[in-house]
Nanobody, 114 residues
Framework: QVQLVESGGGLVRAGGSLRLSCAAS????????MGWYWEAPGKERELVAR??????DYADSVKGRFTISRDAAKSTVDLQMNSLKPEDSAVYYC?????????WGQGTQVTVSS
């Protein structure tokens, strides 16, 4: 089992920045990927950014504004979010994949005011 604990998030004005952090604990060996997903009201949970081995993937809408970083040794993953827009508002979930199983954090709210 892997447990994920998120921190960061909150309320920010458009154009501002926030940083999300996620730490994995428990049986963290062989975590294949770590990343962040978001879920806006009435919408499905979607990928924001993830690190898979040496590869990073970003949603098109956040490219150039968000940066994901993972410390495999510490089992952490951070998401630096710059130039935030109101449409970035959502609940952000940390994700880890281990042996094909998805683990999720409890979610953290990000609200961007216009």
């Amino acid at each position: 089992q892997v447990q994920l604990v998120e921190s960061g998030g909150g309320l920010v004005r458009a154009g501002g920045s926030l940083r999300l952090s996620c730490a994995a604990s428990g049986r963290t060996f062989s975590i294949h990927a770590m990343g962040w997903y978001w879920e806006a009201p009435g919408k499905e949970r979607e990928l924001v950014a993830r690190v898979v081995g040496d590869r990073t993937d970003y949603a098109d809408s956040v490219k150039g504004r968000f940066t994901i970083s993972r410390d495999a040794a510490k089992s952490t993953v951070d998401l630096q979010m710059n130039s935030l827009k109101p449409e970035d508002s959502a609940v952000y979930y940390c994700n880890a994949v281990q042996f094909g199983v998805n683990y999720w954090g409890q979610g953290t709210q990000v609200t961007v005011s216009s």
